[in-house]
């Protein structure tokens, strides 16, 4: 958890509470450990998150694991705007989209990094 004046809640469901007072400790902690990036709605912390994760992964700094953005709603416009202004001005490589996914449903999450495990002979899900 991040340390904010009134916006942050702790998650009723994590088991091992961890705060954080900067945001680049949190996101360090999250890469480093992450086997997959699962984003839902949310604001700027979210987005920094995202492009953090996705930075990382294009640049090959870290090894690619799945980046699953959940609701169509909410990010289908920053997906369009990506593959419509950074891979047509060839700010980024066509193949750099591949990096990610938009989904609807908790089924296409769970499907997506099952077959990334399977792929990369993580055969315990890691």
Known sequence: NIELPD???PNPYQTHPIRFHYFFCRKVCFVKYASAFVLFPGGYGTLDEFFEAITLVQTQRIERFPIILVGKK???GLAAWIN????????????????FKVVEEPEE????????SRVNNHADGD
Request: net charge negative; proline share 3%.
């Open 109 to 116: 999450v769970l499907e997506i990094i099952q077959h990334f």
């Open 74 to 76: 909410h990010w289908g």
């Open 84 to 99: 419509n202004a950074l891979v047509m001005e060839k700010l980024i490589s066509p193949g750099d989209v591949d990096m």
């Open 7 to 9: 916006e942050q809640r």
